[in-house]
């Protein structure tokens, strides 16, 4: 039997840490948002309704590149302050591609990265420990 590849990820609407959980130390990857406060205002020059279609676009292409990440992956923890994760995660199962990973939420407040990786460390270890 495999070991079982585990991955934390704290988000928010502009920014995902992507830390998986390993024996090493955790190290973190970063996923932007494209839709940018400066894409917002100039997009917002050319209207409102193209402003909304551009944030659609550049949103829906940060959750595809986080979900192709998740897809190597058999346990995964999405936390942090927004309603991001919950977005993610209601994308994620409407698509049977996803469904062999368990995926969790939690909710969780801004952290630094020493405090995003203590959190993942914390649930994958208790998690492990139930087993």
Same mark, same amino acid.
């Given at each position: +039997?495999? &070991?079982?590849?585990? /991955?934390?990820?704290? +988000?928010?609407?502009?920014? =995902?840490?992507?830390?998986?959980?390993?024996?090493? &130390?955790?190290?973190?990857?970063?996923? =932007?948002?494209?839709?940018?406060?400066?894409?917002?205002?100039?997009?917002?020059?050319?209207?409102e309704?193209? +402003?909304?279609?551009?944030?659609?676009?550049?949103?829906g292409?940060y959750?595809?590149? /986080?979900?192709?990440?998740?897809?190597?992956?058999?346990q995964?923890?999405?936390?942090? &302050?927004?309603?991001?994760?919950?977005?993610?995660?209601?994308? /994620?199962?409407?698509?049977?591609?996803?469904?062999?990973?368990?995926?969790?939420?939690? &909710?969780?407040?801004?952290?630094?990265?020493?405090?995003?990786?203590?959190?993942?460390?914390?649930?994958?270890?208790?998690?492990?420990?139930?087993?």
């Amino acid at each position: +039997m495999k &070991p079982e590849k585990n /991955l934390g990820i704290w +988000m928010d609407h502009q920014s =995902a840490h992507i830390m998986e959980f390993t024996t090493d &130390p955790i190290g973190t990857q970063t996923v =932007a948002n494209k839709f940018t406060h400066e894409v917002k205002e100039d997009a917002l020059d050319k209207g409102e309704g193209l +402003m909304h279609h551009k944030e659609q676009q550049e949103t829906g292409a940060y959750y595809k590149e /986080l979900g192709e990440v998740i897809r190597a992956y058999d346990q995964v923890i999405l936390f942090g &302050p927004t309603e991001a994760k919950v977005e993610l995660y209601n994308r /994620l199962k409407r698509d049977h591609h996803f469904d062999q990973i368990n995926i969790k939420i939690e &909710p969780a407040d801004k952290m630094s990265t020493n405090q995003q990786h203590a959190f993942v460390k914390a649930y994958f270890s208790n998690r492990l420990s139930l087993i």
